[in-house]
């Protein structure tokens, strides 16, 4: 049984091994399109969400579909999903349920992305460099499953696999936060901090594929 457990706990360790890192300053960069280059992110807590704010930043000259990041559960696909369906419109998606916001879109500039939603009302806001692109209602009363499996550069059609690489990210991410509640309007800017699900600043997660880790060239 011993032999048993520590074969079973030796598959659920990625390969590549749980670096712990405060990234600030640092990129993750996905250079070419690709299924098999990610980045597994591992949430400090565990525990069923009824409320989130995520904010990120990102920089792509892509104009076909991708995702920005990817929240499945074992028994949810697009548990949480923010998806860049095409050019100027985003998806997010909560249990597989999803709204579409329209925002302006710079090609030559990196993008801050942040979302949020409670669960009480079912409304979803959603902020792009700082401003407000609407709310909108999905999937009230509804909580976000704990045990989730968290992507950047690929979208999970499948709990932690299933990669799409016409649907893979190509470029620079960086700055992800996830925190349990909403945020306060005001605080949504482009020095959120202290994110107590992902921080960004002690960022626990494992490189997979071709993923490269750099310096930042934008604020």
């Excluded at 925002?103 to 801050?112: C, F, L, M, T």
């Excluded at 609407?134 to 968290?150: D, F, N, P, Q, V």
Aim: aromatic share 12%; glycine share 8%.
């Amino acid at each position: 049984m011993v032999k048993l457990l520590l074969g079973l706990l030796f598959l659920a360790i990625p390969s590549g091994g749980v670096t712990k890192s405060d990234m600030k300053g640092k990129v993750f960069i996905f250079p070419e399109e690709s299924h098999t280059a990610y980045v597994s992110l591992i949430s400090k807590v565990k525990k069923p969400l009824q409320n989130f704010t995520l904010c990120l930043k990102a920089f792509t000259d892509l104009t076909r579909p991708y995702s920005l990041f990817s929240y499945n559960t074992p028994s949810q696909d697009n548990e949480l999903l923010l998806f860049v369906h095409k050019k100027e419109e985003y998806m997010l998606y909560i249990g597989n349920v999803g709204v579409t916001f329209k925002a302006p879109h710079n090609p030559n500039a990196p993008v801050h992305v942040c979302a949020s939603w409670e669960s009480a009302s079912g409304i979803a806001e959603f902020w792009v460099d700082g401003k407000p692109m609407g709310r909108k209602g999905l999937r009230k009363g509804y909580s976000l499953g704990a045990e989730a499996k968290i992507i950047l550069g690929q979208e999970q059609d499948s709990f932690g696999g299933k990669f799409d690489a016409k649907q893979s990210f190509v470029g620079e991410i960086w700055d992800v936060h996830l925190w349990d509640h909403v945020l306060p309007l005001k605080e949504m800017c482009a020095f959120c901090h202290g994110s107590n699900i992902l921080n960004w600043q002690a960022l626990n997660f494992v490189e997979n594929g071709y993923v490269v880790i750099k310096p930042k060239v934008w604020v």
